[in-house]
């Protein structure tokens, strides 16, 4: 059986499995006040080139954006996403559990579009009834986005100027975002991501640890007593090292680049065998999640030898599928994959 | 100046006012268990003949629909509302503020059309991953909607058949209720509404009452210790005789009817003269709130001698504007009102 | 049969009524933009000596403890409150519905002392682990109490001084306050409560109204966006003038003192009574609550003739009952009530 | 420098780690629906002998007490927790988070007495106001307690009588399950826990593993749509396979026995030193948490050569600490603690 289903289906990459084996001894305090933090936390702000950066671990990547929003926001404002945001669709709620509303905008390949938030800006700061309705509070985006695609450096900056000018945090869900640092495509280094965003995430389970999120504040804009609402919502690890110590892992000798170069590079052999077989693409991702518009029928014969994600139904009688490559996908299992196709 | 605003900005309907006078110091048991509210409860069972309906008293729109829309669902269900709904909309967010998401589907004439509900619940059961997504647990609706229209009795058939098929409570909120059943185009009467709807309020705030909006339970489904969730909501009034004298008051001597008609005929006279005068309306209201596009310099000329609402930018130049009537307003205002246009 | 379960079973103090009858169809802007709210707000300011005091009306008490406290406190605060505080015991939970824990202190008399309101934040703050626990966010306190006592003018000046030097808002539930201000035995003036407490409200409900409470924030310290904060509760009135014009009845032509006193002269009058027919009272309530320790035999004969209420248990055959009386009480009740006992 | 600090401060036991190792590269799918998380379910069914068991793996103590708590109780209900109780104190607040009061009830040990809580819920219920009131809607205990403590099994057996008696779901937070079940004193045994409880959480993070608890419903009794509501709380693991793999290899060959086995014996080892050394145990705790109460000059000394738990004041010149043992502790580090008392 092949596996393309999604990108966290294999453990950690070997050298953060042996660094966790490495330390599993040392007697380390808990909650993330241990050096192996400190360590991870210094070597994402030298990536980032912003020293003033505050870092946090948490565990997960719902977790990570209910948390994060819920201390952000003020207990009267919601969060603005794309409609397909992960944060609107695909966490049970998460947001508004906190009691914030989703506030959605059009997407545009699962993007936000700058010229669309100043509008809505605009009207709801127009509006004589505005008193009685949600005031927005931030903005979410992910990049890569929920669709594998990437910002430009142009659109970003056109994001973060009408953030900056309605005085809206702009915070970026990177739950990818390893991934998509290596994309020939992307335009966006992690210092353009710390200079231009208020908030972003670098996500680790996706990029090869058994779990994790790498949270940055860039503007000395940590809310208030942030580990205690981390423990209120539940997302505090008692043995905080597990996140410090893989996070350390990540960005030592390159790890990140390396796993994130992996997963570009079988999506790009994916992708051009795919393109070879006239295959039709549901839409241009340029990273490791690739959109195909398949028959229904082949696809019944497909599923004995392969594992992929149903996306939606894209009519009676075709279906939006989703192959994803990871770190862990090796080439020969693409070319098995392109032999089945 | 003429007020044509809202239809909430006069007092009570003097007869209310008088019951409240009368009944002003009998000693009177708290939190809605005197016998007015008894004597208001049962003369709303035998208006929608449904005797075994539970029937509770609000104070305002908002806090009816947060307290009953928490209270139905589950923890990790969500309301489904058109996207024009008030809870969606102008209710600064009183449905996350208890955890729950507001689901939108596309609004007809500010309505829900039951075949797209029926889809998206099928998509939604449908979806491999929709454990990881909020479940449609009620759907909601308001007659008349916000745009002033109305669900013909086929269209609300039609949604709660689909509501029943898929288990979903159907909701409606009835802030204009009243106002709705005056209407000559209304097809649906009480006891229909309570034969189609699992729930649904019956405002007063709107209808000549100061405050205070009769929820009603159809189907002995009132929530467990409901008096308890409304208490907890803030919303239990300790002089619960306020609300249930009022409504006493509303359902005697047909009073209810005598403030809709009031309502619906001044809107009618305006709304001809409207037409005659050639204004050209945003929709095709048959209730008491008209909706207008106007030339923003007209606007304002206008404002020196009429209080109206605004409602939305139409273009650059036009503006859609709203005139409400109420049981409070008079023929000699509308005709005024008339004479400056 | 004689009431004297609590003092709200009547309606509104027949001026109050005459005033909403008199004000009836003027048309006037809705949320409380009117000029009777206004009014209202500038005798209370006036009454208060604090020209900056920022007001606002709610409907109930449960409602305006919920929305003040959720508004003011940080998500990751609680507050604190005699474990008697109606907060903590008798609003369903209202509190913790908003996210947020009530932490209790001892109580005596029904109050807070300012010593162990001291101990406490020291040993919070000295607690190695308090990151951990609920931030104490402001301090609630009663006036008069649950129980009917008072606060001196020393105590709330220590508690005030603990709170400032803690940086907890002080907040004064004022259910009972102008019965409070009539008390002989009371030392606190409303400009002592402005100057003391960062927040309080003077209920309406219990002193006439027949409903409403008024919010009074004295250090220019409203909340941001609190009317949209009201509304995200539930809390905000449509007709808001119900509140304005009451309250504005409440302060002119000292209603206000009217009716406090008529409250505190009755239970005097019964107080006395109950003395020197020899019954035990359970403790030493100045106000118009009377707390009784009364045989449950004897208790069983004068349900017959008297509506008291239960309070708590004192034994196998004693129970702890509450005489209330209000502005509405008449000495001849009282002294039908005597001759009963 | 010596660790006595807790028992979370070492990394995995090797064997677990080596069983990640092991399994590393095996593709699974996520979200706990891998096998190696159906095999250590199966193992926790068959030591419980409880074969309808329903296992839910989460990945921290706070975590799974809020996400349970909130998920079994109703809206309007709260959770009854001796106020030493863990979710009472030392969450920040997680549970108030979602909504829900923590009762709490004397602490005897750190445990709930049967009796109390009868006597608890007769008053509750024969309150005539019990309706403006949190209702209590289950129990939370923890085995071993906060203070070291355990339950006896006619504790335990007659508070689960009295919850049935008053339909309360029994919960069991068993953060230190498995060093309770190591120690010679206790009586009960999983299968009497899996009988007496409803719900209890077996710890991994303190007894082993680098993260994880294992929830455990024992009456058919799992929430609706209990994914999602994990989902929803932001605890829902992507590699899933984290706690899977961590508890299968914990209940492979005895390990968690072997495990709470060296955290009992050691603690064992220096509680009988530190007796014959005279020092004053500020309570009698049979399990790997020893409180002992020290003269401050004395612990100012310590600190240089051993960490420990600060616990609280007990009077000026003496304070609280703990040393905690676990299943990492060597004899060798207990003989070099003793050496320095």
Known sequence: MLYFENDYSEGAHPKILQRLMDTNMEHLSGYGSDRYTDLAKNKIRDLCKCPEAEVYFLVGGTQTNQTVIDSVLKSYEGVIAAETGHVSVHEAGAIEFTGHKVLTLPQHDGKLCARELKDYMETFLGDDSHEHMVFPGM???????????????????????????????????????????????????????????????????????????????????????????????????????????????????????????????????????????????????????????????????????????????????????????????????????????
Chains 1, 2, 3, 4 share one sequence.
């Open 139 to 341: 903005v979410y985006i992910s990049h890569p986005t929920e669709y594998g695609t990437l910002y430009t450096k142009d659109e970003l900056k056109e994001l973060s100027q009408v953030c900056r000018r309605f005085k809206l945090p702009l915070y970026m869900d990177g739950a990818r975002l390893i991934t998509g640092l290596a994309c020939p495509e992307n335009e966006l280094s992690l210092p353009d991501i710390a200079d231009l965003c208020d908030i972003f995430y670098i996500g680790g389970t996706k990029a090869g640890a058994l779990c994790g999120e790498a949270v940055v504040f860039t503007k000395n804009n940590t809310p208030a007593h942030f580990l205690t609402q981390i423990k209120q919502h539940g997302a505090l690890l008692a043995k905080g090292r597990l996140c410090g110590i893989q996070f350390d892992a990540l960005f030592s000798d390159d790890l990140y680049k390396e796993n994130g170069r992996n997963a570009i590079e079988t999506a790009a052999l994916l992708r051009e065998g795919l393109r070879q077989k006239g295959y039709t693409f549901y839409n241009n991702s340029p990273t490791n999640q690739l959109f195909l518009v398949m028959e229904n029928s082949r696809l019944e014969e497909l599923k004995n030898d392969v594992v992929y994600s149903f996306w939606e139904k894209a009519d009676d009688t075709h279906t939006v599928i989703r192959f994803a490559t990871s770190w862990a996908t090796s080439r020969e299992d693409v070319e098995k994959l392109l032999s089945l196709l």
